[in-house]
Protein backbone atom coordinates (compact mmCIF):
# COMPACT_ATOMS: atom_id res chain seq x y z
CA UNK A 1 0.00 0.00 0.00
CA UNK A 2 1.64 3.60 -1.22
CA UNK A 3 1.68 5.86 2.07
CA UNK A 4 1.92 8.89 2.65
CA UNK A 5 3.50 12.09 4.58
CA UNK A 6 2.22 14.70 6.68
CA UNK A 7 3.57 16.81 9.22
CA UNK A 8 2.46 16.00 12.79
CA UNK A 9 -0.03 19.52 13.65
CA UNK A 10 -0.76 23.25 12.42
CA UNK A 11 -1.81 25.85 13.24
CA UNK A 12 -3.91 28.83 11.77
CA UNK A 13 -5.49 31.94 12.87
CA UNK A 14 -9.11 31.93 12.52
CA UNK A 15 -10.88 33.23 8.82
CA UNK A 16 -7.26 32.67 7.56
CA UNK A 17 -6.55 30.26 5.35
CA UNK A 18 -5.03 26.92 5.92
CA UNK A 19 -2.40 24.85 3.49
CA UNK A 20 -2.34 21.61 4.52
CA UNK A 21 0.63 19.49 2.74
CA UNK A 22 0.70 15.81 1.73
CA UNK A 23 3.77 13.92 -0.04
CA UNK A 24 3.16 10.71 -1.44
CA UNK A 25 5.94 10.24 -3.52
CA UNK A 26 5.06 6.20 -4.46
CA UNK A 27 1.65 6.69 -5.57
CA UNK A 28 0.37 4.65 -8.29
CA UNK A 29 -1.43 5.58 -11.40
CA UNK A 30 -4.74 3.98 -10.47
CA UNK A 31 -4.68 5.45 -6.50
CA UNK A 32 -6.96 8.77 -6.11
CA UNK A 33 -5.57 10.74 -3.25
CA UNK A 34 -8.19 11.10 -0.40
CA UNK A 35 -8.79 13.45 2.37
CA UNK A 36 -10.68 13.09 5.65
CA UNK A 37 -11.02 15.04 8.71
CA UNK A 38 -11.85 13.77 12.56
CA UNK A 39 -13.26 15.54 15.02
CA UNK A 40 -12.59 14.97 18.31
CA UNK A 41 -15.01 11.91 19.71
CA UNK A 42 -15.88 11.57 16.01
CA UNK A 43 -15.60 8.92 12.96
CA UNK A 44 -13.90 10.19 10.37
CA UNK A 45 -15.66 12.50 8.04
CA UNK A 46 -15.02 12.60 4.03
CA UNK A 47 -13.69 15.90 2.64
CA UNK A 48 -12.39 15.84 -0.66
CA UNK A 49 -10.83 13.60 -3.23
CA UNK A 50 -9.12 13.76 -6.44
CA UNK A 51 -7.01 11.82 -9.27
CA UNK A 52 -5.09 14.53 -11.28
CA UNK A 53 -6.92 17.75 -11.68
CA UNK A 54 -7.11 20.41 -9.09
CA UNK A 55 -10.80 19.71 -7.17
CA UNK A 56 -12.99 21.97 -4.86
CA UNK A 57 -16.11 21.88 -2.92
CA UNK A 58 -18.28 23.23 -0.73
CA UNK A 59 -15.68 22.68 2.13
CA UNK A 60 -11.88 22.83 0.68
CA UNK A 61 -9.60 22.67 -2.13
CA UNK A 62 -7.06 20.26 -3.59
CA UNK A 63 -4.10 21.21 -5.74
CA UNK A 64 -2.67 18.51 -7.01
CA UNK A 65 0.89 18.67 -8.19
CA UNK A 66 2.02 17.87 -11.44
CA UNK A 67 3.82 14.59 -11.09
CA UNK A 68 0.81 13.64 -8.14
CA UNK A 69 4.02 12.77 -5.52
CA UNK A 70 2.54 15.34 -3.90
CA UNK A 71 -0.72 17.27 -2.68
CA UNK A 72 -2.13 20.72 -0.66
CA UNK A 73 -5.42 20.57 1.09
CA UNK A 74 -6.92 23.81 0.70
CA UNK A 75 -9.14 24.96 3.70
CA UNK A 76 -10.18 28.90 2.53
CA UNK A 77 -11.28 30.38 5.88
CA UNK A 78 -10.71 28.22 8.64
CA UNK A 79 -13.14 28.39 11.44
CA UNK A 80 -13.23 26.84 14.93
CA UNK A 81 -15.06 23.98 13.68
CA UNK A 82 -12.10 23.13 11.70
CA UNK A 83 -9.90 22.21 14.23
CA UNK A 84 -9.42 18.42 13.61
CA UNK A 85 -7.00 15.62 12.43
CA UNK A 86 -6.73 15.46 8.83
CA UNK A 87 -5.69 12.73 7.04
CA UNK A 88 -4.07 12.45 3.32
CA UNK A 89 -5.25 9.13 1.78
CA UNK A 90 -4.33 7.22 -1.04
CA UNK A 91 -6.82 4.65 -2.41
CA UNK A 92 -6.45 1.83 -5.29
CA UNK A 93 -9.52 2.59 -7.34
CA UNK A 94 -8.26 -0.36 -9.92
CA UNK A 95 -11.13 -3.36 -10.84
CA UNK A 96 -8.21 -5.88 -8.51
CA UNK A 97 -8.26 -3.08 -5.62
CA UNK A 98 -10.24 -3.70 -2.78
CA UNK A 99 -11.42 -0.30 -1.85
CA UNK A 100 -9.62 0.19 1.63
CA UNK A 101 -8.75 3.12 2.99
CA UNK A 102 -5.44 3.02 5.02
CA UNK A 103 -4.72 6.24 7.54
CA UNK A 104 -1.81 7.45 8.56
CA UNK A 105 -1.19 9.75 11.46
CA UNK A 106 -2.64 12.74 9.92
CA UNK A 107 -2.22 16.29 10.55
CA UNK A 108 -3.55 17.85 13.73
CA UNK A 109 -5.22 21.25 12.71
CA UNK A 110 -5.37 23.82 15.38
CA UNK A 111 -7.42 26.83 14.84
CA UNK A 112 -6.49 29.94 16.85
CA UNK A 113 -9.18 32.71 17.50
CA UNK B 1 -31.56 8.49 5.80
CA UNK B 2 -29.70 8.42 9.51
CA UNK B 3 -25.78 7.41 8.57
CA UNK B 4 -23.96 4.72 9.78
CA UNK B 5 -25.32 3.51 13.30
CA UNK B 6 -22.83 1.49 15.52
CA UNK B 7 -24.27 0.10 19.12
CA UNK B 8 -23.31 -0.13 22.08
CA UNK B 9 -21.63 3.21 22.06
CA UNK B 10 -19.39 1.89 25.08
CA UNK B 11 -18.94 -1.51 26.17
CA UNK B 12 -16.86 -2.31 29.59
CA UNK B 13 -15.67 -6.25 29.43
CA UNK B 14 -13.23 -8.12 31.76
CA UNK B 15 -10.78 -9.69 30.09
CA UNK B 16 -11.56 -12.91 28.49
CA UNK B 17 -14.70 -12.29 27.83
CA UNK B 18 -16.23 -12.44 24.55
CA UNK B 19 -18.21 -9.45 22.53
CA UNK B 20 -20.26 -8.53 19.44
CA UNK B 21 -20.20 -4.98 17.99
CA UNK B 22 -22.96 -4.49 15.39
CA UNK B 23 -22.76 -2.27 12.39
CA UNK B 24 -26.10 -1.15 10.64
CA UNK B 25 -24.82 0.99 7.47
CA UNK B 26 -26.63 3.18 4.87
CA UNK B 27 -28.72 1.69 3.16
CA UNK B 28 -28.12 0.16 0.00
CA UNK B 29 -23.75 0.58 0.19
CA UNK B 30 -22.69 -2.36 -0.82
CA UNK B 31 -19.22 -1.77 1.06
CA UNK B 32 -18.81 -2.04 4.80
CA UNK B 33 -15.48 -1.65 6.63
CA UNK B 34 -14.00 -2.00 9.80
CA UNK B 35 -11.51 -0.17 11.58
CA UNK B 36 -9.46 -0.61 15.18
CA UNK B 37 -8.25 3.26 16.08
CA UNK B 38 -6.31 3.61 19.03
CA UNK B 39 -5.35 6.92 21.15
CA UNK B 40 -2.77 9.39 19.26
CA UNK B 41 -3.25 7.15 16.39
CA UNK B 42 -5.32 7.17 12.81
CA UNK B 43 -7.52 4.15 12.46
CA UNK B 44 -6.52 1.05 11.40
CA UNK B 45 -8.16 -1.36 8.81
CA UNK B 46 -9.09 -4.69 10.19
CA UNK B 47 -11.68 -5.86 7.15
CA UNK B 48 -13.83 -5.49 4.37
CA UNK B 49 -17.44 -6.28 3.09
CA UNK B 50 -18.59 -6.02 -0.50
CA UNK B 51 -21.97 -7.40 0.14
CA UNK B 52 -22.02 -10.37 2.29
CA UNK B 53 -18.35 -11.38 0.63
CA UNK B 54 -15.56 -10.65 3.24
CA UNK B 55 -12.93 -9.76 0.57
CA UNK B 56 -9.82 -8.80 2.60
CA UNK B 57 -8.54 -9.10 6.98
CA UNK B 58 -6.03 -6.88 8.22
CA UNK B 59 -3.04 -9.26 9.89
CA UNK B 60 -4.30 -6.96 12.50
CA UNK B 61 -7.65 -9.67 12.78
CA UNK B 62 -6.25 -12.39 14.65
CA UNK B 63 -8.08 -15.93 15.18
CA UNK B 64 -9.73 -14.15 18.28
CA UNK B 65 -11.66 -11.86 15.72
CA UNK B 66 -14.11 -12.89 13.16
CA UNK B 67 -16.24 -10.28 11.38
CA UNK B 68 -19.87 -11.44 9.45
CA UNK B 69 -22.28 -9.76 7.25
CA UNK B 70 -24.97 -12.23 6.64
CA UNK B 71 -27.48 -10.77 4.10
CA UNK B 72 -25.42 -7.80 2.93
CA UNK B 73 -26.56 -5.39 5.37
CA UNK B 74 -25.90 -5.45 8.86
CA UNK B 75 -22.33 -6.63 10.48
CA UNK B 76 -21.20 -7.93 13.40
CA UNK B 77 -17.38 -7.98 14.72
CA UNK B 78 -17.10 -10.61 17.42
CA UNK B 79 -13.78 -10.34 19.48
CA UNK B 80 -13.23 -13.65 21.74
CA UNK B 81 -11.13 -14.22 25.13
CA UNK B 82 -10.90 -10.37 25.05
CA UNK B 83 -7.26 -8.92 25.98
CA UNK B 84 -6.35 -5.30 27.09
CA UNK B 85 -4.73 -4.63 24.05
CA UNK B 86 -8.30 -4.94 22.62
CA UNK B 87 -9.02 -1.84 23.91
CA UNK B 88 -9.70 0.88 21.50
CA UNK B 89 -12.44 3.03 19.75
CA UNK B 90 -13.88 0.28 16.91
CA UNK B 91 -14.94 2.37 14.01
CA UNK B 92 -17.30 0.85 11.16
CA UNK B 93 -17.96 2.49 7.66
CA UNK B 94 -19.87 2.39 4.47
CA UNK B 95 -19.58 3.04 0.83
CA UNK B 96 -21.19 2.99 -2.58
CA UNK B 97 -19.19 5.14 -4.61
CA UNK B 98 -15.42 7.13 -3.84
CA UNK B 99 -16.96 8.60 -0.25
CA UNK B 100 -16.81 6.18 3.12
CA UNK B 101 -19.09 7.18 5.74
CA UNK B 102 -18.01 6.54 8.84
CA UNK B 103 -20.14 5.76 12.11
CA UNK B 104 -18.90 7.66 15.44
CA UNK B 105 -17.74 3.91 16.83
CA UNK B 106 -17.66 1.45 19.80
CA UNK B 107 -15.35 2.51 22.59
CA UNK B 108 -14.20 -0.81 24.43
CA UNK B 109 -12.57 -0.69 27.53
CA UNK B 110 -11.38 -4.52 28.52
CA UNK B 111 -10.41 -4.47 32.49
Known amino acids: DAKTTQPNSMESNEEEPVHLPCNHS???????IHWYRQLPSQGPEYVIHGLTSNVNNRMASLAIAEDRKSSTLILHRATLRDAAVYYC??????????????FGTGTRLKVLA | DTGVSQNPRHKITKRGQNVTFRCDPISEHNRLYWYRQTLGQGPEFLTY????????KSRLLSDRFSAERPKGSFSTLEIQRTEQGDSAMYLCASSSGNEAFFGQGTRLTVV
Open chain 1, 89 to 102: ILRDFSTSGTYKYI
Open chain 1, 26 to 32: TISGTDY
Open chain 2, 49 to 56: FQNEAQLE
